[in-house]
Each structure stands twice: as structure tokens, then as C-alpha cells.
């Protein structure tokens, strides 16, 4: 079985090999030998805020620290303590979603292994599982060498480093395709429960209901009973938000939570704010995320057009 895969993919694994060691190298370079800083009181400033929250000091520059970045220290919190119930705050854990955590805890907890070390693999396995299962979907519609074109464009896209931190994106995007993987063989109560997981793991997961809609209708030109199965998708953040409701006294505290960040879903006043400030990278990361939407909705257009 496992032959037959590798013989099926062997020039995507391969792609993906030369990726993950590349990119780690050149993450673990920059951290220790191409700094023009030996100090940087950002990192002290985070690493107090892991200890306080994990238990334990981290050393940044090693290998396993380098991939536990910004946010990823409330991941290992909630996999440590569970949720707090902070509200009104940027250092609460409440702005975060549980199916990624929860898998670090359990597992864990299961094998005996760090939550650090744990969280690595899952994020590591899940981006790999994503490549051959991407490189499936694409030979859909694609040839064989276009297919592994479109493995290659995903792994080069600049953020896909996230990929390989303690994030919930390798696994988001894990379960994303395999939502659209189940949908094609029209398996929908696997959809429904990948898609449940979907809306566990990112709230933009609920965004699938409604392609899956219509990937539904195209397949099966009624509605039949199996249509209930992509219930579940909605269900996954509807559970959530009534976690919250029992935790806080409010279904909307995510959405709050994000408002501490700046965060709105109809709220874009602040992006002026980044295109005015006096900090060189926040403009920068602005006019990127801009460009990339800009980019991401012609290409939209253009595919749904094709």
C-alpha cells in the first residue's frame, strides 16, 4: 500500500522533501547565524508569556522553538490548562478554536510526548497528507505535470511556512480538501464530518457550506436525504459559539475577542490606520495582504469564468 503511494506521488514527495528541509534550514540559519542582533527584548517579552502560560521556558533559536511563533503559545495553553475566561483582553485563549489544541492534548497525552513535539508532527503530517490529497484533486481537471505544478505553486506561496509552525493552517487546509476530496465521490456523510472538524479548527471553515451546496446539487440534481450531512459543517461552529455561551454568558465572544485584535468582519477603518503607521513592517504586511486579496479574487473571476 504504502509502495503504491509513494510510486503514485513520488515527484510531489519529493517536492515536498526538498521544500520542508530548505525552508527549515534557512529558518534555523536566520535565527542563529544570520542575525545583526545578539539580543532582542521582543523575544524575552515572548518567552515569559509561554512560560507563563505553558509552564516552561523554550529556548526560541533550537529547532523545536523556532516553530512555536506569536500566537502559537495559546494553542499549547489551551491544550495545557483549557480555555480561561478572559474577556476583553489580547491575552485570552478564547480567540483561539479547539480541534487543533484538543488534538495536541489528546495525543499527547496518548503517545507520552512534549505538546511542543506533538503539535510539530500534526502540523507536519497534516501538510503532507495535504500535498498528495491537493495533488489528487488537481489531476481531476489537471494532467499529471500540471498537477504537480499546482503542488509546487502551493508549497512556494510566500506564508506557506505557517504550515510548518504550531498553527492550525496545515490542519485547516487538511480537512478542508478532504471535505472536497469526499465531495467528488459524492461520500457526503464524510463530508458532513470532516466538515464538522472544518468548523472546529478555523471560523472560516463555515465559508464551505455553501460551494458544497452547490457542489451537491451539481452531483445529485435533488435533494435527497444525505443533503442533512452538510448540516454538520454550520453545526461544528454552532457548538463552539454554545461553548462559549457557558463559559462567558455569550455566544459572540470569539467575534469580541478578534475586536481586541482589531479584528472585524465589517469594520475596515483600521486598515488606514496600517496604510498611516510609522512601523515599516505593518505597512508592508498591509499592502501584501492587500495585493494578495486583490490577486486571490481576480484569479476567482478568471477560474470561475474558464
Not at 515536498?16 to 540559519?29: E, M, Q, R
Not at 516553530?67 to 480567540?95: C, E, F, M, P, Q
Not at 463555515?206 to 452531483?219: G, T
Amino acid at each position: 500500500m504504502i509502495k503504491k503511494i509513494f510510486q503514485a506521488n513520488k515527484k510531489v514527495i519529493f517536492i515536498f522533501i526538498v521544500w520542508w528541509v530548505v525552508i527549515n534550514a534557512f529558518a534555523y540559519l536566520s535565527l542563529n547565524l544570520f542575525r545583526s542582533y545578539t539580543h532582542d527584548p521582543a523575544k524575552d517579552r515572548y518567552n515569559n508569556r509561554i512560560e507563563k502560560a505553558y509552564g516552561e521556558r523554550i529556548e526560541l533559536d533550537s529547532f523545536l522553538g523556532m516553530h512555536v511563533r506569536r500566537h502559537a503559545w495559546r494553542d499549547l495553553s489551551i491544550a495545557k490548562n483549557g480555555y480561561d475566561n478572559i474577556v476583553g483582553s489580547k491575552d485570552t485563549t478564547l480567540s483561539h478554536f479547539p480541534l487543533y489544541p484538543f488534538m495536541i492534548r489528546y495525543f499527547g497525552n496518548i503517545f507520552a510526548i512534549d505538546y511542543i513535539v506533538i503539535g510539530l508532527l500534526i502540523t507536519n503530517i497534516s501538510i503532507f497528507l495535504s500535498v498528495l490529497i491537493f495533488f489528487k484533486l488537481a489531476q481531476y481537471d489537471l494532467e499529471k505535470k500540471a498537477a504537480e505544478k499546482a503542488v509546487l505553486y502551493l508549497l512556494i506561496f510566500p506564508a506557506a511556512f505557517y504550515f510548518t509552525l504550531i498553527y492550525s493552517e496545515s490542519l485547516f487546509l487538511l480537512l478542508s480538501l478532504l471535505v472536497f476530496y469526499f465531495a467528488l465521490r459524492k461520500n457526503w456523510l464524510l463530508v458532513g464530518i470532516f466538515g464538522f472538524l472544518v468548523s472546529l479548527t478555523r471560523i472560516t471553515g463555515i465559508l464551505l457550506f455553501l460551494p458544497l451546496l452547490v457542489e451537491y446539487f451539481h452531483q445529485e440534481k435533488r435533494i435527497k436525504p444525505s443533503v442533512g450531512f452538510l448540516a454538520l459543517i454550520p453545526t461544528g461552529l454552532a457548538s463552539f459559539f454554545t461553548f462559549y455561551y457557558f463559559q462567558t454568558g455569550d455566544f459572540f465572544t470569539y467575534l469580541k475577542a478578534q475586536q481586541d485584535w482589531n479584528r472585524s468582519f465589517f469594520d475596515f477603518s483600521h486598515l488606514l490606520d496600517h496604510f498611516a503607521s510609522l512601523i515599516p513592517s505593518k505597512v508592508a504586511m498591509t499592502y501584501i495582504e492587500l495585493i494578495v486579496t486583490v490577486v486571490a479574487l481576480i484569479a476567482c473571476i478568471l477560474a470561475f469564468r474558464r
